[in-house]
């Protein structure tokens, strides 16, 4: 169980202050409590280099600077903001409203999802350590890629023959290259409800009109800083695979998201999309914390097996937990 990691302890579970609990944190703790109007349900964290508690109860409803979750556990299909009716508002005029929902998420029931159910799939996301590790040498097995934004930019990723990528707003649906993608590799392109600035209902509607079965959307209680990828790993959760392998799943030691190269996006795209982001590196490395005890703790009984193929990669901030938690099993 993961309980202290990238100096950050758990303090609070199940009700009850746990053993790394120590006098100075009270303060911390108080403002946490304040913060979130009452006495914590959920885990709480503290960071022992900022002297500051963090949970996933600080909800973007009390923290929208610095949150990973949407809803409180319980409010997020019925939130007014965030939930069914917001993604209705997004989707069912251009891709239509069947779903399958839960206190977690909210997928539209699409069949390509189906496929992907006790399978090992390969979740390849932006970060530098796509294109700095060697991964690809690497002697492991998966049934099916992942990959999201503008992946299909690296050329190395036709030899991937990517399953689903999901789409966010930076992606211009009527570039050629994603176009040409999508009809060779048969890729189901999937939209998230949480990211603006939302997409105009004729854009989504043209792009479903050239690819009618292979469109689909899906929105998580679970958002963060994290980028498109980690959603992505909730969501192969979500959809009953057995093992996820994962490279590009990185952060930012330094103050912006411009000191590492993109592994999709070449330096000029990469400042229009990116520029202008701050990222502290503490806040950050909370919402990996939250995000893996959310993933191994939370959802445990899911029985997903993880492997972190950027492990050891200066930008992987998963590096320790994985370590500890799921070490790299391949050679």
């Known amino acids: ?127 530098p350590s796509t294109n700095d590790i060697d991964w690809r040498d690497k002697n492991f097995d998966y049934d099916y890629a992942w990959s999201c934004n503008n992946f299909f930019m690296n050329p190395e990723m036709d030899d991937m023959k990517i399953s689903l990528a999901a789409l966010g707003p930076t992606v211009n649906l009527e570039d050629e290259r994603l176009i040409n993608y999508v009809k060779n590799h048969n890729t189901l392109c999937i939209f998230e409800g949480g990211i603006s600035p939302f997409r105009e209902h004729d854009v989504l509607i043209k792009f479903r009109e050239n690819f009618p079965e292979q469109v689909a959307y899906y929105h998580l209680r679970y958002f963060s800083k994290l980028g498109t990828i980690a959603r992505q790993v909730c969501l192969a959760v979500f959809l009953g695979v057995k093992k996820i392998y994962f490279i590009g799943m990185d952060g930012y030691p330094g103050k912006t998201g411009l000191d590492y190269k993109h592994a999709f996006e070449d330096a000029s795209l990469k400042k229009t999309n990116h520029d202008g982001r701050i990222f502290s590196y503490h806040a ?12 191994l703790n939370t959802l445990q009984y899911h029985n997903v097996t993880y492997q972190n193929l950027g492990e050891g990669h200066p930008a992987n901030l998963s590096s320790e937990i994985s370590r500890n938690e799921f070490p790299l099993q391949i050679q």
Not at 4 to 26: A, P, R, S
Not at 284 to 294: E, M
Request: with cysteine; glycine share 6%.
């Open 1 to 127: 169980m993961l309980s202290q990691v990238l100096d950050c302890v758990k303090i609070f579970e199940n009700g009850n202050f746990t053993e790394y609990i120590e006098n100075h944190m009270f303060s911390s703790w108080q403002s946490y409590t304040n913060s979130i109007y009452g006495e914590p349900r959920a885990s709480v964290w503290y960071d022992k280099t900022e002297d500051v508690c963090f949970g996933e109860e600080k909800t973007f409803h009390y923290s929208p600077n610095e949150f990973s979750f949407f809803s409180q556990k319980g409010d997020f299909v019925k939130d007014s903001k965030w939930g069914k009716q917001h993604l209705l508002n997004l989707f069912e005029k251009s891709l239509g409203s069947n779903l399958i929902e839960s206190k977690e998420y909210i997928i539209q029931d699409h069949p390509a999802l189906e496929k992907f159910k006790d399978k090992t799939i390969l979740l390849i996301g932006g970060g």
């Open 284 to 295: 950050i490395k909370r919402q990996y914390v939250i995000f893996w005890d959310y993933l």
